[in-house]
């Protein structure tokens, strides 16, 4: 059986639900598919608007009092089921079939480049640990947990604790190499990968190393 809270979430998915399927919807409206209180419905409510996931949708008007509609926000379609890994894959492995492999990895390549291009006009202007702590919020901010560390003064460990693209990389682990030479070039450093979630492991580090600066000779 389940516990209050959990009967608390699942019905807010089921108004989740309801709003996606039906459209907007007034508080009677939902109290009336859910068999709750109005009030219950409000409460409800009021935690998933406070959370992002509906928004007040307007005013239906009609006989009595307009009555405020619900809808649900583009947060909240998020959290039902997306394909878009499968769909990804289906179509490299399409394009591998009737291409071959050398236009999977120009494909894989044309997509570091324009990473590249966007990377660097986040990284303007940086060097050293500011590159590094730049990349390691842009990853962040891409879903890939990320974190950095200093090692020593020109070493620096970027930390990746979760992969989005796990089930591309799964089937194309080019998709692996072209980011570790994106890194590269973006910082212009040595990266080697000395941690990777596809071999079983937590994260996916680097050791990044630039280069040491040499010392001017005397004329």
Not at 10 to 31: A, D
Request: include cysteine; glycine fraction near 8%.
């Amino acid at each position: 059986m389940p516990t209050g809270s959990e009967a608390m979430q699942s019905t807010r998915r089921e108004i989740l639900t309801l709003l996606k399927t039906r459209g907007p919807m007034t508080v009677k409206e939902l109290s009336k598919s859910l068999g709750i209180t109005a009030m219950g419905v409000r409460q409800h409510l009021a935690t998933l608007e406070r959370d992002g996931y509906v928004a007040p949708g307007g005013i239906r008007r009609g006989q009595g009092r307009p009555s405020r509609m619900y809808t649900i926000t583009p947060r909240g379609d998020d959290l039902f089921p997306r394909t878009y890994q499968q769909f990804a894959i289906a179509l490299l492995e399409d394009l591998r079939a009737l291409e071959g492999e050398a236009k999977v990895m120009k494909l894989l390549e044309k997509r570091k480049e324009r990473l590249l291009e966007e990377y660097r006009e986040r990284l303007k202007g940086k060097a050293g640990a500011e590159m590094v702590a730049e990349l390691a919020r842009i990853r962040h901010e891409e879903g890939y947990l990320a974190e950095w560390k200093q090692v020593d003064t020109n070493t620096y460990l970027l930390i990746e604790h979760n992969c989005p693209i796990r089930h591309i990389a799964d089937h194309f682990q080019q998709a692996c190499h072209m980011e570790q030479a994106l890194f590269a070039e973006v910082l212009g450093a040595e990266v080697n990968r000395s941690q990777h979630i596809l071999k079983g492991e937590l994260s996916c580090s680097y050791t990044i190393k630039f280069p040491t600066a040499r010392p001017r000779r005397r004329t």
